[in-house]
Nanobody, 123 residues
Framework: QVQLVESGGGLVQAGGSLRLSCVAS????????MGWFRQAPGKEREFVGAISWISVNIRYADSVKGRFTISRDNAKNTVYLQMNSLKPEDTAVYYC????????????????WGQGTQVTVSS
């Protein structure tokens, strides 16, 4: 069983930055692929980025490439999402997810999800 807790969300002006964190419980965190997703009001959840269990493979949605960076610290059971040059359209609840395969190709089907953290970008 893995429990995920996100933090770091908040209100920021367009062009600003935020760093989200997702702390995982469990001793097997290092073997999991981790992903970040977001859901804006009235919209479906969408993929933001994912990182494989040893950080070899990283993938981003086109909408955030060059602005967002995903990283992980397995010693701290934590995955991060550094968000720069934020835009109003980045406003959403951000969720992290964990897939036991360690493979980012499957992270959208993750069994474990956090409760989400709100990010609001004002224009």
């Amino acid at each position: 069983q893995v429990q995920l807790v996100e933090s770091g969300g908040g209100l920021v002006q367009a062009g600003g930055s935020l760093r989200l964190s997702c702390v995982a419980s469990g001793r097997t965190f290092s073997s999991y692929a981790m992903g970040w997703f977001r859901q804006a009001p009235g919209k479906e959840r969408e993929f933001v980025g994912a990182i494989s269990w040893i950080s070899v493979n990283i993938r981003y949605a086109d909408s955030v490439k060059g602005r967002f960076t995903i990283s992980r610290d397995n010693a701290k059971n934590t995955v991060y999402l550094q968000m720069n040059s934020l835009k109003p359209e980045d406003t959403a609840v951000y969720y992290c997810a964990a897939h036991e395969s360690g493979n980012i190709d499957y992270v959208s089907g993750a069994k474990y999800w956090g409760q989400g953290t709100q990010v609001t970008v004002s224009s």
